[in-house]
């Protein structure tokens, strides 16, 4: 989502700015802006619409001084990605950036208007600072004014706020929202997260929801909800653990993806111990009756890829929910449930959400989160790290690959615990699980054969994906991929539904892509892809050399994938659905590592 950045330095800080929301463009957005104030006092602002370089642009030619300052990049919600709309949003002697959304702006905005004063743009952020700006001019300090607005806000949010006569202040806030501060020497920083902050410090300090904070260069006082005094632990974070760099790949996600089989081998390395596994005190299956898996897109189908595994291996029932519909449906809990929220940044507002409905109706809440210094993380009884490292391209590869591998020792540590397999089974199925990264390195080369294939897909307006079991949540990944990346319509279904009415869909335009391993399902899967070829649909078999040569006949391109991993194949066959996606993008011009609309961390519901 959004990003904020703010500086009290000792030198220019404009240039800064700039260069720590680039670190922040993998959230994803649309308009960016600086704001700062200069040694005489006085407060101004620079707005961009587009990518950053255009800010930068501004900035050359108008240039802002001061050594104080605060910055933004906008996922735009109230309102379209135009320079009025862009923050930081400005009120005479206040400017505001702030992530998040104001539910109650509309009410704000009423009685704002009923003062005579009238908003510059259509976001929910502008109140804010009109508010701020209003009690200034009733003789409030900054920090007064700040908190007085601060209590009027309903929602979710992250703010940070900029004062005119102010070169030594920033005052930040945050409910829901994340936000960390940065301790330098005679500086200090804040910032959406720890990777804007890494040039400057490795000493962070997260906020907790609801607190408020005020910066000076001599450092920071942080207050709870209720206004008191409060001591945050400072943490130290690992900079090189926050590098962004393409390391020679033309694109972030071609890194990333090509980083798979080292960062499983990491998972495993920390959860897998000989024919051990090595999990937390205390997170034992014996006695749990249900399981509820939820997270939010490819976070969403990784728990949908492991429902397969919990209930398989572990006759453990399992639910998987959108985490977005979960606690609205109101859903019946046990208390000798356990809840697994999956998220890849671990702030994900939906998510988070989610947990904090089921922490009152279960035994036990999971937080499966690439980032152990987040939200999620924090408020789970267990967080269990993902070790993805940073992901900078939106549309997630390794962390939902790596989310798989957490979810996969959990199936088998719940099916062991329960009785279902016995320590020879456990020892065979962690043999399965430690081949998938040298497998992985195998599927890797497929990159070149996709590449050929993407020729195609780009010329397409609709896809179809197809896959049975625990290859059918694969496949709805391999759709989402598609339309995240080149925009193109893609669908994934269980190929038994194909004749329950997607098939009404197949023509000679239609390409199909059929994920058929060679298994126990798959005579039923080739089944349902040669009613696809009898209407003509033009068919991406996607199988191990058994599979290609049993069916391949007909179909009008093949990938070959390498046969093994034994039950945690799902996990190889995510390989060509993220090359595909890839290179059909480049293929269409689109902007890979940053596709339109979307967001790398979703902050907002």
């Avoid at 104030?37 to 370089?53: C, E, F, I």
């Avoid at 104001?102 to 009923?114: G, K, P, S």
């Avoid at 869909?505 to 994920?515: A, F, Q, R, S, Y």
Wanted: hydrophobic content about 45%; charged content about 20%; aromatic content about 6%.
């Amino acid at each position: 989502m959004c990003g904020i950045i703010g500086i009290l330095g000792s030198h220019e800080v404009s240039p800064q700015l700039v260069e720590a929301l680039r670190r922040l463009e993998y959230r994803g957005y649309d308009s960016a802006g600086v704001a700062t104030v200069d040694a005489s006092g006085r407060l101004d602002r620079r707005r961009a619409v587009g990518k950053l370089v255009n800010l930068s642009d501004r900035l050359v030619h108008d240039p802002l001084p001061g050594h104080v300052g605060i910055g933004h990049t906008r996922w735009a919600t109230h309102g379209a990605a135009t320079e009025a709309n862009a923050h930081p949003h400005q009120s005479g002697p206040v400017a505001v950036v702030h992530n998040g959304i104001i539910e109650n702006f509309r009410e704000l905005r009423a009685e704002l208007q009923e003062l005579g004063i009238q908003p510059q743009s259509q976001t929910d952020t502008e109140t804010v600072a009109l508010w701020t700006a209003h009690y200034l001019q009733q003789g409030m300090s900054p920090l007064e004014a700040a908190r007085r607005t601060l209590s009027r806000l309903d929602g979710a949010f992250a703010l940070a706020f900029l004062f005119e006569g102010q070169a030594d202040l920033l005052i930040a806030a945050r409910k829901g929202s994340p936000l960390a501060i940065g301790h330098g020497t005679n500086e200090m920083f804040l910032g959406s997260d720890a990777v804007a902050l890494a040039p400057f410090t490795d000493r962070i300090t997260y906020l907790e929801d609801g607190d408020h904070a005020v910066l000076t260069r001599a450092g920071v006082d942080v207050f709870d909800a209720a206004g008191q005094p409060v001591q945050r632990a400072t943490n130290r974070i690992d900079v090189g653990a926050t590098a962004i760099d393409k390391g020679g790949y033309r694109h972030f996600m071609a890194k990333e993806i090509a980083e798979q089989p080292a960062v499983i081998g990491d998972v495993l390395n920390h959860y897998v111990k000989d024919d051990r596994i090595i999990l937390p005190e205390g997170l034992d299956f014996t006695d749990v009756d249900r399981i509820s898996l939820v997270g939010c897109g490819t976070a969403h189908l990784a728990g949908h890829v492991a429902k397969y595994w919990f209930e398989q291996l572990a006759g453990l029932p399992c639910d998987i929910d959108v985490a977005s519909e979960f606690r609205y449906r109101e859903p019946p809990l046990s208390d000798r449930s356990w809840f697994v929220a999956i998220s890849q940044s671990g702030e994900t507002a939906d998510t988070l959400a989610a947990l904090h409905y089921a922490r009152a109706h279960v035994a036990r809440t999971v937080g499966l989160v690439n980032v152990g210094t987040s939200a999620i993380a924090r408020d789970s009884d267990v967080a269990l790290p993902t070790l993805a490292g940073i992901e900078v391209s939106v549309a997630s590869s390794k962390a939902f690959t790596c989310q798989l591998a957490v979810l996969a020792v959990l199936a088998l540590k719940a099916a062991h615990d329960r009785g279902r397999i016995d320590d020879q089974a456990l020892a065979a199925h962690l043999r399965d699980l430690r081949s998938v990264p040298a497998l992985l390195s195998q599927a890797l080369a497929l990159t070149d054969d996709c590449r050929k294939h993407a020729d195609w897909l780009a010329t397409a307006r609709d896809v179809l994906y197809l896959g049975r079991g625990a290859l059918y949540p694969v496949a709805l990944e391999g759709a989402l991929k598609l339309k995240e990346l080149s925009y193109i319509h893609a669908e994934g279904y269980a190929s038994g539904e194909l004749k329950h009415g997607p098939i009404a869909l197949i023509d000679g335009d239609v390409p199909v892509v059929v994920l058929a391993p060679h298994d126990a399902l798959f005579d039923k899967t080739i089944s349902n892809m040669q009613e696809v070829m009898a209407r003509h649909g033009r068919v991406l078999l996607i199988s191990d050399a058994g599979g290609i040569a049993a069916a391949g006949e007909g179909v009008t391109a093949s990938l070959t994938l390498p046969s093994g991993g034994g039950v945690f194949q799902p996990m190889l066959y995510a390989v060509p659905m993220q090359y595909l996606a890839y290179h059909t993008a480049v293929a269409k011009g689109t902007d890979v590592d940053q596709p339109r609309n979307l967001a790398k961390s979703v902050t907002v519901e």
